[in-house]
């Protein structure tokens, strides 16, 4: 896993590439919908984008858990300058222990971060723990059947290598953010069998797998023939599930 405390910086420059915000956070929104009065478990909230987008679209309480403390730290600043009142905190996702229930545990991120079956069952189990009944996890993820030209998505600010992986090997993601050093992190590839395995013996529901859009505004500024090969060969997807009653 790359060392999140030494690329913090980096990534939140990252986040204003038109393919974070015009294609993943534009993914991400309209799977979570309307937020409004809900509680939200905001697991790899890193700097806190997210966390702050449900504050400001009515969550009524949002906990943010990262387990690099200069992510937090970072969103902690954005908090103390602009308070909405978010809870973050310092925790891993395989084992964090809260002593509440959520509407939502958002999980944008994170499961691809686990090395085998094992880390991805514990990361799911920590997800079912924290859902209320008929609770929902909504997340972003690495596409578990990507396999094309992983270099042909440097137009869109990153690269992906190697091209096809198989079960638990390491898959490369270099970042070209704007005004920040490029920056790598490392992921695990797992099969659809193993996240439904997963899924299903935490208590959760089998994934669905939703595909992610450009934004209508930035798809008609770039031109269809742009995004053709990000939306034919799409490297990241939504996922949808729900605590099993």
């Known amino acids: 896993m790359a060392d999140f405390n030494e690329i913090a910086q980096g990534y939140q420059s990252f986040l204003q590439l038109p393919v974070y915000r015009d294609v993943e956070a534009f993914s991400f929104e309209k799977l979570i919908g309307d937020c409004s ?11 806190g984008y997210y966390s702050r987008y449900f504050r400001q679209h009515g969550a009524a309480r949002v906990v943010g858990v990262d387990i690099s403390a200069e992510m937090i730290r970072l969103a902690a600043a954005q908090e103390h300058s602009d308070p909405l009142g978010i809870d973050y905190r310092v925790g891993d996702a395989r084992d964090v222990e809260l002593e509440e229930r959520f509407d939502i545990v958002s999980g944008a991120w994170l499961l691809q971060y686990a090395r085998d079956r094992d880390g991805l069952r514990a990361m799911c189990t920590t997800i079912a723990q924290h859902l209320k009944p008929e609770g929902v996890l909504v997340g972003l993820n690495l ?3 990507f396999s094309a030209d992983g270099m ?3 137009k869109y600010g990153h690269t992906r290598t190697p091209d096809h992986a198989e079960e638990g090997d390491a898959v490369c993601w270099r970042f070209y953010p704007p005004q920040a050093e490029p920056f790598e ?3 695990y590839q797992k099969s659809l069998a193993s996240y ?3 899924f299903e013996h935490a208590g959760l529901t089998r994934p669905e797998w939703v595909p992610v859009s ?6 008609a500024q770039d031109g269809a023939d742009f995004w053709a090969y990000f939306l034919q060969h799409p490297p ?5 599930s729900r605590a099993m009653c």
């Open 37 to 47: 009065d809900l509680s939200i478990l905001d697991l790899a909230c890193g700097e």
């Open 143 to 145: 596409n578990p059947i």
């Open 152 to 154: 042909a998505l440097a």
């Open 185 to 187: 992190i490392r992921t």
């Open 196 to 198: 439904a395995w997963a």
């Open 214 to 219: 450009v934004r209508p505004e930035r798809l």
């Open 236 to 240: 990241i997807a939504g996922l949808r």
